[in-house]
């Protein structure tokens, strides 16, 4: 079994910065990837960014390339995204999710909301 409690989310300026947190106890299973995905209004949920645990190997969307930086704290245990440069688009609930596989998203979080004042 896999928790993820996620924090960090509030209002911001467009421009400003955030940095989302997701805390991740895991009992008798191994982490393959963590990593966010975010839903705005009437949108579906959607990738942003992963890290891998093996290598640290990160992938993003071509949206928050060169603006969000995904990473690991060296207990391995927390997973940040900082959030720089953000723009009113980047307003969504973010959720902190964890695969098992390469090929799975096997966990969520409960979501933390970002917003992106104008």
């Known amino acids: 079994q896999v928790q993820l409690v996620e924090s960090g989310g509030g209002l911001v300026q467009a421009g400003g910065s955030l940095r989302l947190s997701c805390a991740a106890s895991a009992r008798a299973v191994s982490i393959y990837t963590t990593g966010w995905f975010r839903q705005a209004p009437g949108k579906e949920r959607e990738f942003v960014a992963r890290?891998?645990?093996?290598?640290?190997?990160?992938y993003y969307t071509d949206s928050v390339k060169g603006r969000f930086t995904i990473s690991r704290d060296n207990a391995g245990n927390t997973v940040y995204l900082q959030m720089n440069s953000l723009k009113p688009e980047d307003t969504a609930v973010y959720y902190c999710?964890?695969?098992?596989?390469?090929?799975?998203?096997?966990?969520w979080g409960r979501g933390t909301q970002v917003t992106v004042a104008s």
């Open positions: 999710t964890a695969g098992l596989s390469v090929l799975t998203y096997d966990y």
């Open positions: 890290i891998i645990w093996s290598n640290d190997r990160t």
